[in-house]
């Protein structure tokens, strides 16, 4: 999931879009829970009895055997990530300042 996340970010900051996320219980969300928790028998079943899929129309992607560059992607989301997060602080910090500082003139 951490890749995931990285990766999503790392298009976000490439192609200048916001992908925004929301928080789904476990109880809304079986077939995450189901999956992270390695649970595959109810997984499948949850994907049949929702969305009319058979497990054989299902493919489980081993990304470190997919990707030969794995790790190196992983660390270098992990960078832009920090490397945004940290722009997006000053930038923030900049742009309150500047709201507070046209505020006062008024």
């Known amino acids: 999931m951490e890749f ?6 790392t298009l976000m900051a490439k192609h200048s879009f916001i992908l925004q996320l929301d928080f789904l219980s476990t109880h809304h969300n079986t077939a995450a829970d ?5 649970a595959w028998s ?3 079943a949850h994907m049949q009895a929702t969305a009319n899929l058979q497990q054989h129309e ?5 990304l470190k ?3 030969p ?13 920090s490397l945004s997060v940290a722009l997006l602080t000053k930038h923030c910090t900049i742009a309150e300042r ?3 500082t046209a ?3 008024v």
């Open 4 to 9: 995931l996340g990285n990766y999503c970010h």
């Open 34 to 38: 189901t999956a992270s928790r390695f």
């Open 103 to 105: 505020q006062s003139t």
């Open 58 to 62: 299902m493919v489980q992607v081993d």
């Open 98 to 100: 500047c709201a507070s």
């Open 65 to 67: 055997a997919e990707l």
């Open 69 to 81: 560059n794995f790790t190196e992607l992983v660390l270098q989301t992990r960078r832009l990530r």
């Open 42 to 44: 109810e997984f499948f």
